[in-house]
């Protein structure tokens, strides 16, 4: 399915090795990077999520595409390239339900910073900063986790994890080329 702006792929999931690596840095800011995140931001549509690393759909690459709300309920859509995480040095820690693309169908308590910003550069490489407040906060932190080779369910218990992901394993999946979208 082409959209106007991408093309969905699949989506990765737990277990591929892609995401539990370190992403490769991107140094070429040309159409192909154009057309991965615009194929990044309609298989984050086609799953109906609201955050996406590269390698979610199998892409070894620091990139992650975001159309999140912050704590007031406004969107921030950014594509961020070569992201570097920022916490405050006081962390007030808020634990929330949290889910992934990747492992499909689960979701669990998970303690994330209140506040983050993210510094990279944008499509054209153009430096850009963002502060995020709330769900947007936890995207940025999970998103450059992503990135740096780990799912949320890394960070959980051994036993809730391998829980989570047997319980995943189970699920159809999400996004482009599968039967049924979380």
Same mark, same amino acid.
């Given at each position: 399915?082409?959209?106007?702006?991408?093309?969905?792929?699949?989506?990765?999931?737990?277990?591929?090795?892609?995401?539990?690596?370190?992403?490769?840095?991107?140094?070429?800011?040309?159409?192909?990077?154009?057309?991965?995140?615009?194929?990044?931001?309609?298989?984050?549509?086609?799953?109906?999520?609201?955050?996406?690393?590269?390698? =979610?759909?199998?892409?070894?690459?620091?990139?992650?595409?975001?159309?999140?709300?912050?704590?007031?309920?406004?969107?921030?859509?950014?594509?961020?390239?070569?992201?570097?995480?920022?916490?405050?040095?006081?962390?007030?820690?808020?634990?929330?339900?949290?889910?992934?693309?990747?492992?499909?169908? =689960?979701?669990?308590?998970?303690?994330?910073?209140?506040?983050?910003?993210?510094?990279?550069?944008?499509?054209?490489?153009?430096?850009?900063?963002?502060?995020?407040?709330?769900?947007?906060?936890?995207?940025? =932190?999970?998103?450059?986790?992503?990135?740096?080779?780990?799912?949320?369910?890394?960070?959980?218990?051994?036993?809730?994890?391998?829980?989570?992901?047997?319980?995943?394993?189970?699920?159809?999946?999400?996004?482009?080329?599968?039967? =049924?979208?979380?």
């Amino acid at each position: 399915m082409q959209t106007s702006t991408g093309t969905p792929r699949p989506i990765t999931r737990y277990g591929t090795p892609v995401l539990h690596r370190r992403c490769a840095e991107v140094t070429d800011f040309d159409d192909a990077l154009a057309h991965l995140v615009a194929d990044m931001f309609a298989s984050m549509y086609a799953a109906h999520g609201v955050g996406l690393a590269a390698n =979610q759909i199998g892409v070894d690459a620091r990139i992650f595409v975001v159309d999140c709300p912050d704590a007031t309920g406004a969107h921030t859509v950014a594509t961020v390239v070569n992201p570097i995480l920022h916490l405050p040095e006081h962390r007030d820690l808020v634990t929330d339900t949290e889910g992934c693309l990747s492992v499909p169908g =689960q979701h669990a308590e998970l303690a994330r910073c209140a506040t983050a910003t993210v510094t990279g550069y944008d499509v054209h490489g153009h430096e850009i900063r963002l502060d995020g407040t709330g769900t947007l906060a936890r995207c940025f =932190q999970h998103e450059v986790d992503h990135l740096d080779g780990l799912t949320y369910v890394d960070r959980l218990p051994t036993k809730l994890r391998k829980r989570i992901l047997a319980a995943s394993a189970e699920h159809p999946g999400v996004g482009a080329g599968t039967d =049924q979208d979380d």
